[in-house]
């Protein structure tokens, strides 16, 4: 007998906490936020499998595990101002939004960043703002930001994302680092003498393209 909903979330629940997903409030966020809403109808099936899923503009939904490891890197405590960039369908601008007070999204497809807009408005995510542009100059306009999440593989730390995030201690860059095949994902840590490095290991991203990452 197939697996109801209840279920399926129960058993990838389960899946991305033996694997490293140990925070409770990102947990929570991943029980509490749709993802079937965010996969196209062909893909419904397998909303709650622990797999990334393609999406239009030829882009992927992360894999829940990648999405929990990264969430939980970032240590949010619920009052924080975060940037995302690479919105995608805007799942975990959504995971972002039940962790932080304020979530800027940044996009550079027009298509994928208006559909996410109306999916987060109509789940009723209205503390997160869906941007268009080039997010390897990051959006000044927000920062500075007490967490920066980039879910596309970049050759380097773009400046501009240094530049906006937070001067306090604590605050966090979580960002896939490598070649445009395979990426390690780092941490860069705030810390009192500069920005502290930690690698969480291997991963695979689709490329940052852009002014600071990647050319077309
Ligand atoms: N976070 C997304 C989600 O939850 O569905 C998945 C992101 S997908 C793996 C990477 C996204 O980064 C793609 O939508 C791609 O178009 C976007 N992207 C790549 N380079 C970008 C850039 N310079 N600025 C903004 N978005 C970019």
Same mark, same amino acid.
């Given at each position: ?66 999405? @929990? ?23 975990? +601008?959504?995971?972002? +939004?039940?962790? +932080? ?45 007490? @967490? ?52 969480? @290991? ?15």
């Amino acid at each position: 007998m197939p697996l109801s909903r209840t279920q399926q979330i129960k058993q990838l629940l389960s899946e991305i906490n033996r694997h490293g997903v140990r925070n409770r409030r990102v947990l929570s966020a991943i029980a509490t936020v749709p993802r079937d809403e965010f996969v196209r109808e062909t893909s419904l099936h397998q909303a709650w499998e622990n797999r990334a899923l393609p999406i239009d503009e030829g882009q992927t939904i992360s894999q829940p595990l990648i999405v @929990g490891l990264m969430s939980q890197a970032l240590e949010l405590s619920g009052d924080e101002r975060v940037l995302e960039i690479g919105t995608g369908s805007g799942y975990q +601008a959504a995971i972002l +939004a039940e962790l +932080a007070a304020e979530v800027v999204t940044i996009e550079r497809y027009p298509q994928l960043a208006d559909s996410a807009r109306q999916r987060l408005s109509r789940l009723g995510y209205d503390n997160v703002r869906v941007v268009v542009g080039d997010g390897t100059l990051g959006w000044p306009d927000d920062a500075p930001y007490d @967490g920066i999440l980039v879910t596309a593989a970049a050759p380097h730390l773009p400046r501009p994302l240094e530049e906006q995030l937070s001067s306090k201690p604590g605050s966090r860059v979580v960002i896939p680092i490598g070649r445009t095949d395979d990426q390690d994902l780092i941490v860069y840590e705030r810390t009192e003498s500069g920005l502290h490095e930690i690698n969480l @290991g291997p991963v695979r991203f689709v490329p940052l393209i852009g002014k600071e990452g990647w050319q077309e």
